[in-house]
C-alpha cells in the first residue's frame, strides 16, 4: 500500500493548536440521513466545543474539572450529579478520536511521527438537547490531530465525518453522518445519502449553501431534556424489516430537504415553513409520542400555538423554530417560552468552516 510521508514541518510544534467544532441544527430532512435520505443542517454559532493540543513527553488526555468530575461532595452529591448528567464526560470521547485516527492513517499508509502531545477541551453545548455535543468534542479534536500531525491535505473533507462517527460508533453512541458534516463543514449544507454513492464513496454528496438564504431563526431547549440517543431504535428496525409506513415515511421526509433547498434558493420562506412543521408531524407520526416524549413534543406545540413553524433539531430536546410573522410572533414566541419554563435564543449561523487546504481536498 502506498505510504505518504509526512515531510513539511509544522510550525505551530510547539504551540497550542486549538479548533472548534459548534452545535448543529438538522432544519430539514432528518432523521432520513441513516436511511439513504437528504438533509439539511447548519452549524450553530451560539455553542460549541473547543479542544487544544500541545506538544509534551507522554500522550496526556487531561480531564474537563467539570465533566469529568471524579471528586465529590458526598455520596448525595454523586448521585444527584450521575442523575443529571450521566456516567460519561469528555475523555472517553477524546480516546476514541485518537485511536480510529490512528487506526485510519495506518490503513492508509499515512505516517504520523512518534511525538505526543496533550489533549484537553472545554464545551458549552447543552446535554441532550439534540445539539450533538459529544461529536462536536470528537470533530474539534480530529481537526487538532489533522494540524498537529500535518496530515490535513492527506484526509479528504469528505471522509473526515465518517472518521468522526467511527469513533462515536466505538463508544456505543447511535447516530448518522449528518450531524459531523454540518461540524466539519460549517455553515449550511445539503447533504445526500443515497445508496449508491454511500455504498461505492463511503460517503454522502455534500453541497455547502450560502448561510445568507437563511431567514432568522431561533432556538428553544430545555433545561432537562430527554436522551437523545434513545430516539432511533424501534423505526430503525421496521425500517429494516421492510415496515411500509416506515419505508414511504422516510422517503417523504427526505423528499422535504430536496424541497427545501429549492425553497431556500429562491428564497420562499412560506414553504419553509410548511415543510418544517411536515417534518416533525412525520417524524410523529413514525416514532409515536411515548418515544419523543411530552416535554419535547410541548416545545414543538409552544412555538406552534403562536403560529411559528417548528420541529426538532435533532431527535430531541432542542427545537428550531421559524416565526414567518416577524418580530411580533417573535414576542409571543418569547412570552410562550417564559411561561413554559423553555429557554429561547435566536440563531447564530455560522459560516463555512473549511480553509484553503481543506478545499483542496475536496473532490471536484
Same mark, same amino acid.
Given at each position: 500500500?502506498?505510504?505518504?510521508?509526512?515531510?513539511?514541518?509544522?510550525?505551530?510544534?510547539?504551540?497550542?493548536?486549538?479548533?472548534?467544532?459548534?452545535?448543529?441544527?438538522?432544519?430539514?430532512?432528518?432523521?432520513?440521513?441513516?436511511?439513504?435520505?437528504?438533509?439539511?443542517?447548519?452549524?450553530?454559532?451560539?455553542?460549541?466545543?473547543?479542544?487544544?493540543?500541545?506538544?509534551?513527553?507522554?500522550?496526556?488526555?487531561?480531564?474537563?474539572?467539570?465533566?469529568?468530575?471524579?471528586?465529590?461532595?458526598?455520596?448525595?452529591?454523586?448521585?444527584?450529579?450521575?442523575?443529571?448528567?450521566?456516567?460519561?464526560?469528555?475523555?472517553?470521547?477524546?480516546?476514541?478520536?485518537?485511536?480510529?485516527?490512528?487506526?485510519?492513517?495506518?490503513?492508509?499508509?499515512?505516517?504520523?511521527?512518534?511525538?505526543?502531545?496533550?489533549?484537553?477541551? &472545554?464545551?458549552?453545548?447543552?446535554?441532550? +438537547?439534540? /445539539?450533538?455535543?459529544?461529536?462536536?468534542?470528537?470533530? #474539534? $479534536? =480530529?481537526?487538532?490531530?489533522?494540524?498537529?500531525?500535518?496530515?490535513?491535505?492527506?484526509?479528504?473533507?469528505?471522509?473526515?465525518?465518517?472518521?468522526?462517527?467511527?469513533?462515536?460508533?466505538?463508544?456505543?453512541?447511535?447516530?448518522?453522518?449528518?450531524?459531523?458534516?454540518?461540524?466539519?463543514?460549517?455553515?449550511?449544507?445539503?447533504?445526500?445519502?443515497?445508496?449508491?454513492?454511500?455504498?461505492?464513496?463511503?460517503?454522502?454528496?455534500?453541497?455547502?449553501?450560502?448561510?445568507?438564504?437563511?431567514?432568522?431563526?431561533?432556538?428553544?431547549?430545555?433545561?432537562?431534556?430527554?436522551?437523545?440517543?434513545?430516539?432511533?431504535?424501534?423505526?430503525?428496525?421496521?425500517?429494516?424489516?421492510?415496515?411500509?409506513?416506515?419505508?414511504?415515511?422516510?422517503?417523504?421526509?427526505? &423528499?422535504?430537504?430536496?424541497?427545501?433547498? +429549492?425553497? /431556500?434558493?429562491?428564497?420562499?420562506?412560506?414553504?419553509? #415553513? $410548511? =415543510?418544517?412543521?411536515?417534518?416533525?408531524?412525520?417524524?410523529?407520526?413514525?416514532?409515536?409520542?411515548?418515544?419523543?416524549?411530552?416535554?419535547?413534543?410541548?416545545?414543538?406545540?409552544?412555538?406552534?400555538?403562536?403560529?411559528?413553524?417548528?420541529?426538532?433539531?435533532?431527535?430531541?430536546?432542542?427545537?428550531?423554530?421559524?416565526?414567518?410573522?416577524?418580530?411580533?410572533?417573535?414576542?409571543?414566541?418569547?412570552?410562550?417560552?417564559?411561561?413554559?419554563?423553555?429557554?429561547?435564543?435566536?440563531?447564530?449561523?455560522?459560516?463555512?468552516?473549511?480553509?484553503?487546504?481543506?478545499?483542496?481536498?475536496?473532490?471536484?
Amino acid at each position: 500500500m502506498e505510504r505518504h510521508q509526512n515531510t513539511e514541518t509544522a510550525s505551530s510544534a510547539a504551540a497550542t493548536i486549538e479548533h472548534r467544532a459548534y452545535a448543529r441544527v438538522g432544519l430539514l430532512g432528518n432523521p432520513s440521513d441513516v436511511y439513504y435520505g437528504r438533509t439539511i443542517s447548519f452549524s450553530l454559532g451560539n455553542f460549541w466545543a473547543s479542544v487544544k493540543l500541545h506538544l509534551s513527553d507522554e500522550l496526556v488526555i487531561r480531564p474537563h474539572p467539570t465533566h469529568d468530575l471524579v471528586v465529590f461532595r458526598s455520596l448525595p452529591h454523586l448521585v444527584n450529579r450521575l442523575d443529571n448528567e450521566g456516567y460519561y464526560g469528555g475523555v472517553r470521547l477524546l480516546m476514541a478520536i485518537c485511536k480510529v485516527f490512528s487506526d485510519y492513517c495506518k490503513e492508509k499508509g499515512i505516517h504520523l511521527d512518534s511525538r505526543n502531545f496533550t489533549l484537553s477541551y &472545554d464545551t458549552n453545548i447543552p446535554r441532550q +438537547t439534540g /445539539l450533538s455535543g459529544s461529536s462536536a468534542i470528537v470533530c #474539534a $479534536a =480530529l481537526s487538532c490531530l489533522l494540524d498537529f500531525y500535518n496530515v490535513r491535505r492527506l484526509i479528504k473533507v469528505e471522509v473526515r465525518p465518517g472518521i468522526v462517527l467511527e469513533a462515536e460508533k466505538q463508544l456505543g453512541i447511535v447516530a448518522g453522518l449528518q450531524d459531523r458534516v454540518a461540524q466539519v463543514y460549517g455553515g449550511l449544507v445539503y447533504m445526500e445519502f443515497g445508496k449508491e454513492h454511500m455504498d461505492s464513496l463511503g460517503h454522502g454528496i455534500y453541497t455547502p449553501m450560502d448561510v445568507s438564504l437563511l431567514p432568522p431563526l431561533y432556538l428553544i431547549y430545555a433545561e432537562n431534556p430527554s436522551d437523545s440517543g434513545k430516539v432511533h431504535s424501534t423505526v430503525r428496525q421496521r425500517w429494516l424489516s421492510g415496515d411500509e409506513l416506515i419505508i414511504s415515511s422516510m422517503k417523504e421526509v427526505a &423528499d422535504i430537504a430536496k424541497e427545501g433547498r +429549492t425553497a /431556500l434558493l429562491e428564497k420562499d420562506y412560506t414553504k419553509l #415553513a $410548511a =415543510l418544517m412543521n411536515s417534518n416533525f408531524d412525520l417524524r410523529r407520526r413514525m416514532f409515536g409520542d411515548d418515544a419523543l416524549g411530552a416535554l419535547n413534543i410541548e416545545m414543538v406545540e409552544v412555538a406552534r400555538r403562536v403560529g411559528a413553524a417548528s420541529k426538532f433539531t435533532g431527535s430531541g430536546g432542542a427545537v428550531v423554530v421559524f416565526c414567518p410573522d416577524g418580530p411580533s410572533q417573535v414576542k409571543l414566541l418569547e412570552e410562550a417560552c417564559l411561561s413554559a419554563g423553555f429557554k429561547l435564543e435566536p440563531i447564530k449561523v455560522i459560516p463555512s468552516l473549511l480553509n484553503e487546504v481543506d478545499l483542496q481536498t475536496l473532490s471536484k
